[in-house]
């Protein structure tokens, strides 16, 4: 059974770094498509980045794009996410994702493992 758990999150100025770790056990991650999520307090979860399996493609919401880079780590069996320039507006909890089919998506259904989350805030 594949379990993932996230790491990295906490409190951080606009404008300001953060770099979140999905670490996962159980199975190898190259099989896997990743994808980060996040959920704001009364809002749905969405889509922030996806790498497909051995990480031959990547995409990512046009809110993040030129912002946020998702990476692999295959001999750490981890998937990172970069955030650069954060806003108020990325404060959610984020989560990562995995499936073993497909390209990976930014769609929250079309995954099968969650990690927990970590909580981003951005606030000056």
């Known amino acids: 059974q594949l379990q993932l758990v996230e790491s990295g999150g906490g409190l951080v100025q606009p404008g300001g770094s953060l770099r979140l770790s999905c670490a996962a056990s159980?199975?190898?991650?190259?099989?896997?498509?990743i994808g980060w999520f996040r959920q704001a307090p009364g809002k749905e979860r969405e889509g922030v980045s996806y790498?497909?399996?051995?990480?031959?493609?990547?995409a990512y919401a046009d809110s993040v794009q030129g912002r946020f880079t998702i990476s692999r780590d295959n001999a750490k069996n981890t998937v990172y996410l970069q955030m650069n320039s954060l806003k108020p507006e990325d404060t959610a909890v984020y989560y990562c994702?995995?499936?073993?089919w497909g390209q990976g998506s930014l769609h929250a259904y079309e995954y099968d493992y969650w990690g927990q989350g970590t909580q981003v805030t951005v606030s000056s």
């Open positions: 790498t497909s399996n051995y990480g031959g493609r990547t």
């Open positions: 159980g199975k190898t991650l190259d099989y896997y498509a």
């Open positions: 994702a995995a499936r073993a």
